[in-house]
């Protein structure tokens, strides 16, 4: 048994409910609870990110890291050190109880002095994190590789103007998905670190999108050959560390995506915090993927109102993520993806046991989100409203539209006969929002009574 880093948790977090005082108890979520038929941990998919929460040590651009993490003293041997973090990690991830890690190949193994020694470090520490996934019985969400901390990548890794880069950037994204497959993850994510600009006096727009349709369609080819499984998702952002990044938003990205043959290739990973960077609301980036088929997985957090960067806070909102589940859960729930914590504690919460309170806070904020929109979805009535809207559609008029057998020349004719005279009705916005505020009210008040019951 290698050294105990949390050992502030004796045990593994368990649900208390409601009623618990112990704050590392889960105050909602209970995996085996059956929700729509499902069990809660199956909806929900929870991972835990190595970037944030093991490979940071809490430093700012104005400041030194701040928090308590031995495996990150400085001084130790990398390799040492880097066993030393998946340990840490590992040991958190079983004793909060969740089923998926992620991390990028630089979280887990320290670049060497060469791309071989780079390569030979990745490898040894794949093994090593096989070892800990098989003790645990924790699996791997996804994995990716870093292409924007190496000043190698400061002009971008695929959109680089230099072709030696992309190839640099390929041979590593190569390492990774072998990596991930190795790790038999369910699936390999695309988060395009400093794929944009920062100026457009020094950039070729046409020149970088063609680089970047190549690098995506090799990442692809490369998936196939080596029979990856596992679903290719790319993460959009608006912008940060870049001025402007080329995968803005999931439209953008899925416009890019269908442009160059490739929408049937990959899916989209959300992150909350990316869409309101992108000036949308959370509940319109995944509405977006799940109408067009793109969704694949969610990266958790929440961004702060007063800020215009990426905060990265962990979720604590019911009713943003509500919203969220709601829409996934009538998109038919999620398949391989998951909702991974990719968020990170504030810098002055530099205790330890800080990752426990974080991550409890959050994976309670899902719980109680799901089980507001297995009501939605249950109870039906936002979705009754909703098809009273579009009603027409099913009618002879909607029909002979939308099967192209109508032409503006019929329809014309049709509103000039008078038989047409359409009437302004109610969207119902407000009803619509107090249905939702009853059932986040609803959730709450039926959360104590079972609390009140099991006493
Ligand atoms: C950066 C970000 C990344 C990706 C993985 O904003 O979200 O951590 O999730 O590279
Ligand atoms: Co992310």
């Not at 950039?203 to 679903?231: P, S, W």
């Not at 008078?418 to 959730?443: C, F, H, K, Y």
Request: aromatic share 10%; proline share 3%; hydrophobic share 40%.
């Amino acid at each position: 048994m290698s050294q105990e880093f949390f050992s502030g948790v004796s045990n593994r977090i368990l649900f208390g409910g409601l009623e618990s005082k112990d704050p590392l108890t889960y105050k909602v979520y209970n995996p085996d609870r059956i929700v729509l038929g499902k069990r809660m941990e199956d909806h929900l998919r929870v991972a835990v990110c190595m970037w944030h929460s093991f490979a940071s040590g809490g430093s700012d651009v104005f400041g030194s890291g701040t928090f308590d993490r031995p495996w990150l003293a400085s001084g130790l041997d990398p390799l040492a050190a880097a066993r030393s973090k998946l340990d840490a990690a590992f040991e958190f991830f079983e004793k909060l109880g969740v089923p998926f890690w992620t991390f990028h190949d630089r979280d887990i193994a320290p670049e060497g002095r060469t791309f071989a020694e780079s390569a030979a470090n990745l490898d040894e520490m794949v093994d090593y994190a096989a070892r800990h996934m098989d003790r645990t019985g924790v699996r791997l969400l996804w994995g990716t590789a870093n292409l924007f901390g190496h000043p190698r990548y400061a002009a971008g890794a695929a959109t680089n103007p230099d072709p030696e880069v992309f190839a640099y950037a390929a041979a590593q994204v190569k390492l990774a998905l072998e990596s991930t497959k190795k790790l038999d993850g369910a699936n390999y994510v695309l988060w395009g670190g400093r794929e944009g600009y920062d100026t457009l006096l020094n950039t070729d727009l046409a020149h970088e999108e063609k680089q970047l349709a190549r690098f995506l369609t090799l990442v692809a080819e490369h998936k196939h050959r080596i029979g990856f499984k596992g679903l290719l998702l790319i993460e959009p952002k608006p912008h940060e560390p870049t001025k402007h990044q080329y995968d803005h938003d999931s439209a953008v990205v899925h416009g890019f995506l269908a442009r160059h043959g490739l929408d049937g290739e990959y899916r989209l990973n959300i992150e909350a915090n990316h869409a309101t960077l992108a000036g949308h609301s959370f509940h319109h980036e995944i509405a977006y993927a799940v109408a067009t088929g793109m969704f694949g997985s969610v990266d958790a957090n929440r961004g702060d109102y007063q800020n215009g960067w990426d905060t990265d806070q962990f979720p604590n909102s019911v009713e943003e993520v509500a919203l969220a589940l709601f829409e996934i859960l009538r998109g038919g729930g999620l398949s391989t993806g998951g909702f991974n914590f990719d968020a990170k504690l504030r810098r002055q919460s530099l205790d330890r046991n800080d990752l426990f309170h974080a991550h409890i806070g959050g994976i309670d904020t899902l719980a109680e989100a799901l089980l507001v929109a297995a009501e939605m979805v249950e109870r039906g009535a936002i979705d009754r409203l909703r098809d009273e809207r579009y009603a027409g559609w099913t009618d002879e008029l909607g029909k002979s539209i939308l099967s192209g057998g109508a032409t503006f020349v019929d329809l014309e004719r049709r509103v000039a006969l008078g038989n047409i005279d359409p009437r302004p009705v109610s969207g119902r916005q407000e009803l619509l929002e107090n249905m939702v505020n009853q059932e986040i009210w609803t959730a709450a008040s039926r959360a104590k009574a079972d609390a009140t019951a099991a006493k």
